[in-house]
């Protein structure tokens, strides 16, 4: 095999854009760059909501936020973590 960089054909590439999730298409464009505006706003807007949500666990004090403390019921990860807790900040 040369050593040129391999580059598929557009039916290859076709292809395997119909076998990928919508998931992972999205993944990729957001990787290159390609956001389209519905994905840039929805973003955007997930990015508010979650400072909205967090905001009254701000301690002005510290400047950091009050971390929330939950238990799991999950045996396994329990297990490999050592914890029954999750911080979560």
Not at 46 to 71: N, T
Request: proline residues 3%; hydrophobic residues 30%; aromatic residues 8%.
């Amino acid at each position: 095999m040369s050593m040129e960089k391999y580059k598929p054909s557009s039916e290859e590439v076709a292809k395997a854009e119909g076998m990928m999730t919508d998931e992972q298409r999205a993944m990729n464009e957001q990787r290159e760059g390609k956001f389209n505006k519905t994905a840039e706003r929805i973003a955007s807007l997930g990015s508010q909501l979650h400072e909205e949500w967090r905001k009254p666990r701000w301690r002005e004090e510290s400047k950091d936020y009050e971390p929330r403390i939950k238990k799991t019921k999950d045996q396994a990860w329990s297990q490999a973590h050592k914890t029954s807790c999750l911080i979560i900040f």
